[in-house]
Structure formats: C-alpha cells, structure tokens
C-alpha cells in the first residue's frame, strides 16, 4: 500500500455561521489523482485552502506528508504545488521573470533556477513566449505557465482548483495529458472541479462533495454500482424482434435490468462485464447479432442521479 | 504506484518559523515594479524638474545678494525661494506624500485584482514577509530617488555657487534625506494600510488622498478651534494667551506635515534654537543668531523623527492585523 500523504480527519470550516466545510475525512494516497467533485458552493475550494494552511480550520486536523499545515506552514508549501482557480501572474513581467519569482520565493539558487525554469517552460510549450509579458498571453497559456510554474519547486503533490475552467476542449485534452505525466512522474495529484467527464477521464478516485460534506467516495465504477444500482450497460442490437430476447436476458446470472429501445436494440444493465454471456444467450435464441458494445458509467450519470435523489429526500449517501 | 517503496523525506528548504523567508525575494521584485514603472517615471521627473527649477531660482537669487551671507549657502538651496514660486522644500511637503501614496495604494489589492496573491502566498513564505517587503521596497525606493536629488540639488549648486559644501552643510542634508523618507514612510503606510482594507485601488488611492487633505487642508483650522475651546482667552492675559498657543502648537502636530516642516526648518536654519514657544527670559544668555552645531540641531528634531516612526509603526500594525485576518480568496 502506497502511504497517505494527505488526511483530514473532521475538517470544519463556518465562516460566520456558514457551514462551508462539516466534518471532512480525507486520505489521500501517494501517487494518486484524486478528483473532489462537487456543485458550486460545496467547499471545494475552503478545503483545499485548508489543506494549504491558507485558511485556518475552525475544528478538525490535517496532515500534508505527515505535517500540520497551520503549524509547518512552510514545508508545506515547499512541497505542494498550488494552482488556484483563475491562477494570476504579474501582467508586466514575463513568463520567465514570473517563474524566477516562484524560484526566488522557494529559495532555489539563481544557477538551479534558470535550469528548471527553462526545462518547465520547455514542458508546457512557452519556451517561444517565455520573454513576453504575462499581460500578453490567453488563458489557455496562463494556465500552462500555471503547470510551470509549480513544476519550478518540484513538488511531492500539487493541488489544482478547477484546472480546466474556460479552456477549450483540445487544450483542456493537454490539461489533462499533463496532470496524467504528473502522475507518471511519482507526484500525487488534487484536482477540484464540476466538469465531470474530464476528472473520470483521469482521477483514480473521487469524491463526491455535497453541502460542504463528502458525500460519496472511491472509483468511478464503485461509485456507478453505488448510486445506479450497475456499472455496465450492454447494447444489444440484432436484425429483428428484439422484444423476445427481453426475458432469456434477464434470466442470466449478473443482469439486473433489460431495457428496450426499439425492436432492433436493448439496452442490458450487469453487474460486471458479460458481453459473453450476453453474446451466448442471444444467439442461443437464434437471433443474428449485428452489434455488441458495452457502455461504461458515466460520472455525469452518477452525478446527475445522486442530486436527484438528494432532492427527492433519498440517497444519503455514503 | 500501489507498490510498498522507501519514500525519500520531502526537501525541506528552510527554517519553520523565521516570518522573514522569502522578504528579500519580495523586496527586490517590488522595487524593481517602482523603479521600472511609467507611474513612477512620471512622479521622477516632476521631482527633477522642480528641483532643478526652485534651485535655480535660489542660486541666482543668493548669488545676487553674494558676499553678505557666506554661511550654509548650500542649506538655503533648499528654503530660498524667489516669488511667486515656492522653495524646494514647499515643493518636498506636497510631493513627498503623493509618491509615497503613489507607491503604495495598490500594493495589496493589486495582488488581488491580478488574482496573483493566493498563488504568491502558496509558495514557502508568511504573510508578514508580503507585507513587510513591500514596505521595506517603498522606503528603499524612496532613498534612492530623493538620493538621486539630492546629488542633483548639490550638484548643481557647485555649478552655479562655484564653492563646495562644507561636511556640516553635507551632513545636515543626510539627516534631511533620512527625515524626508521616513515623512514618506507615513504616507506609505496610511496608503498601504487602505490598500489591504479596500478591494478597489481606487478606493484606497482616494481615501488616503482624503486623510491628506485632511492634515494639511482641515487640520490646521479644526486645530485653532480646538485650542481656542480648549483654553480660551477671556481677558487677554498673557499667560492665557501662551497656553493657547501651546495647545495650538500640540495640536497641530499630530499632522506629519506639520512635524516635517519643524524639522525642516531646524535642520536647514542652523540660528533656530528651539522648536516650542520661545519667552524672553529663556533667551538671555543664549546668543542670538549664533548657529547650532548639527548635533543640536538634530537633538531638536529628535521627538519629531520617533514621532513620525511611531506613527508609522502604529498604522503598520494596524495593516498587519488586518491583511492577517483576510481571507486568499479574491
Ligand atoms: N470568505 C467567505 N465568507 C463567507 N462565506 C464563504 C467565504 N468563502 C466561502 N464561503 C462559503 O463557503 C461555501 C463553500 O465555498 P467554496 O468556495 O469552498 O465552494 P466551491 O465548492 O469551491 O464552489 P465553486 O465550485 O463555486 O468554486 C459557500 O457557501 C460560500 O458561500
Ligand atoms: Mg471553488
């Protein structure tokens, strides 16, 4: 087992009155991408702030690498990395002045720093522009100098608050290539975000935020299993008369549920991969198969479903 | 990544605790912002030019008048003035708080619009050295540039007097340079300390702008008022009006302004004696017209210069409480 390298253990934060955080546990472990979900307003952000030692917590405990944020303030944050929400730089000093302030900031030595800084923008694709003003650049490149710029402290674990907000779908697909490098390279990764399909693109697990609590945990799969009752959907689809296939189906071992689109196509819910079975039992029934996909759950599904059932006064979740 | 593996202790770069790691990295980075600003490229030459301008006028004007007053030639640089221009130290009262307020109005809640300062406040520093650099580059800033004039204001007096300064004349204008920043100091200060209450530069460049206004327009009058309530001349005794006159001058010195301006005129007047209200009694054996040596003069000025340091440091304080307490978030 890989060992934890951020916990929370019942993390509060009010901000008069304001519950923004209730309770939190986290464990976060080496080497993993970890994705905190959530609507707006669920505390997201006041989390990952504590997790930093930027806010203080109003109860509760954290560790960073085995360190209290609000006591070790510095080795924290000489070992995390932080790309905020909306990451801002100096407009009239250029990417590369920019990074030699982090540098600086870090204590990093002038020779070393010039080093890393060349090699991080060099990583990013900002080599080009590294003596433009920052004032110059669009939001996709500042959030790219973002990357560089907490690669110059080399950090053991970088958080980033909505990382792919306001990028394009092909810059925010490189977002997402860096933050799978990052993991590559040993560093465990936070991301905090509402775009659904891009942190079940890369977080080994995730946790489901809800009114300041974590409402739900662990990989998308065992989240799927967890709110929507199945974690694969099969289509069928075969020549003609699907309809009969409906009751053989569902008497197979593992299949929950068979739904009917039209007469050439059914969709098949199971608990795990059974594209044979599936496969067998419709050409037992004599069918002609013309097409077998299987479907994997979809975050946007988990999600959608679980705040619907929030809203109904069920699923509490857990 | 599942795998059991020895992990390495994280690096750690630096001592826990010292609230000053990082203060030089900011010191040189917000100094370098002033000294390549277009802002402060503007408030340099309307320095320069009315030094060279005011000085100008009062060489040619001491020139005129040669031979008669061979003392401190260098000193009245500073105070002569030739109607209907002010002197160069009329211009300094005014124009030392501008760049001071200048330099300092957006220092905290820039880092805010830039959306720069949770980042900046993520690397391994504290919140105090943010702040103290800032301040620390704003005074540095301001030695250099009135440094800068101040050779230019010698400089030129060489020029066009023909004599060199004597060391008294070279050191009485040190203290005035030290005097000079720390007068910005203040200014810097009340700016800094709305900069970090104000969200909008604006708003903070106004209000000190404001409590200027309000020490150099207002105060002088609400200060005879209040002297007059306070101790009120009801038969025209003498000692009635000295005590109004001595609760005048209290008063007046709460504003900064008017302490640089005592401290002006007891380092570049040499003959003044004091700085309180002067009784005839108190004069005799003291010979009138004989200059202070600089040690006391500078002994004169003393109270004024821990007054203006106080004040200083009080409003800091207050800034540093306040920028403690915020929340990173813009
Ligand atoms: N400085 C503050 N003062 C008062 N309340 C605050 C403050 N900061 C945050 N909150 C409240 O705390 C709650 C959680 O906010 P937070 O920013 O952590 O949410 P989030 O999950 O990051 O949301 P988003 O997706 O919009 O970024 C919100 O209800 C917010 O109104
Ligand atoms: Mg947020």
Not at chain 1, 132 to 160: E, H
Not at chain 2, 33 to 53: C, K, N, P, Q, W
Not at chain 2, 289 to 310: C, E, Y
Request: proline residues 5%; charged residues 20%; glycine residues 8%.
């Amino acid at each position: 087992m890989a060992r934890t390298v951020i916990e929370a253990r019942n993390l509060s934060k009010h901000y008069n009155g304001i519950v923004a955080v209730d309770r939190l546990n986290l464990d976060i472990r080496e080497g993993e991408v970890y994705g905190i979900l959530g609507p707006n307003g669920s505390g997201k952000t006041t989390t990952i702030l504590m997790l930093l030692g930027l806010t203080e917590p109003t109860s509760g405990s954290v560790r960073v690498l085995g360190w209290d944020p609000t006591r070790y303030p510095l080795r924290v944050k000489a070992n995390v990395g932080y790309i905020p929400d909306q990451v801002g730089f100096y407009g009239d000093l250029t990417a590369w002045e920019n990074l030699m302030y982090t540098a600086k900031l870090n204590g990093i030595p002038r020779q070393e720093a010039r080093k890393r800084i060349a090699q991080a923008l060099e990583r990013v694709g900002l080599s080009d522009v590294a003596h433009r003003p920052v004032r110059t650049f669009s939001r996709g490149m500042r959030q790219r100098l973002g990357v560089a710029d907490v690669l110059i402290k080399d950090p053991k674990i970088i958080i980033m608050d909505e990382p792919t907000q306001g990028l394009d779908p092909e810059s925010a697909r490189q977002f997402l290539d860096f933050i799978l490098e990052l993991k590559k390279e040993g560093r465990t990764v936070l991301l905090a975000s509402h775009l659904l399909h891009q942190v079940q693109a890369v977080c080994d697990r995730v946790g489901l935020y809800y009114r300041g609590k974590k409402a739900l945990e662990g990989t998308v799969e065992e989240l799927a299993r967890r709110v929507l009752g199945f974690a694969y959907r099969i289509l069928v689809q075969v020549r003609k008369d699907a309809r009969r296939l409906i009751e053989p189906l569902q008497r197979l071992q593992g299949v929950q549920r068979v739904e009917i689109k039209d007469d050439q196509t059914l969709i098949v819910h199971c608990e795990r991969d059974m594209r044979p079975e599936v496969a067998q039992a419709v050409i037992q029934q004599g069918a002609q198969l013309l097409r077998l996909d299987m479907e994997m759950p979809s975050l946007d599904d988990v999600y959608t479903r679980y705040f619907q059932e929030v809203r109904h006064g069920r699923g509490a979740g857990g | 990544m599942a795998e059991a593996q020895v992990v390495e202790r994280p690096v750690v770069r630096e001592k826990e605790g010292s609230p000053w790691t990082g203060l030089w990295a900011v010191v040189a980075k917000e100094m370098a912002d002033h000294l390549t600003s277009f802002r402060m490229y503007i408030l340099e030459f309307l320095i320069a030019i009315t030094a060279v301008g005011t000085v100008s006028a009062a060489s040619s004007a001491i020139r005129s008048v040669a031979g008669a007053q061979p003392k401190f030639l260098f000193l009245k640089l500073f105070t002569v003035a030739q109607e209907p221009f002010p002197s160069f130290v009329d211009f300094l009262g005014f124009l030392v708080p501008l760049i001071a307020i200048a330099m300092a109005f957006d220092a905290v809640n820039s880092e805010f619009t830039q959306h720069t300062l949770a980042r900046i406040l993520s690397q391994p520093i504290y919140r105090d050295a943010l702040l103290m650099g800032k301040f620390l580059a704003g005074l540095l800033t301001q030695f250099l540039i009135y440094g800068a004039i101040w050779l230019l204001v010698f400089g030129l007096g060489i020029f066009w007097l023909g004599v060199p300064p004597t060391a008294e004349e070279v050191g009485r204008a040190l203290w005035l340079l030290v005097a000079t920043v720390f007068y910005g100091g203040v200014w810097m200060a009340v700016a800094l300390f709305f900069s970090v209450r104000f969200r909008q530069p604006a708003t903070a460049a106004l209000a000190s702008i404001a409590v200027w206004l309000f020490f150099t327009v207002f105060w002088p009058m609400i200060a005879s008022g209040l002297a007059a309530m306070i101790a009120p001349i009801r038969i025209g005794l003498p000692e009635e009006i000295l005590a109004q006159a001595r609760w005048l001058l209290a008063l007046r010195r709460i504003a900064p302004g008017w302490l640089y301006t005592e401290i002006l005129v007891a380092l570049l007047r040499p003959e003044v004696r004091t700085l309180s209200i002067v009784l005839p009694f108190q004069l005799e054996g003291a010979i009138l017209g004989q200059p202070l040596p600089l040690s006391q003069s500078v002994l004169l000025i003393w109270p004024h210069l821990t007054g203006l340091i106080a004040a200083t440091l009080i409003l800091f304080a207050l800034t540093y409480i306040s920028f403690q307490r915020q929340e990173v978030r813009a």
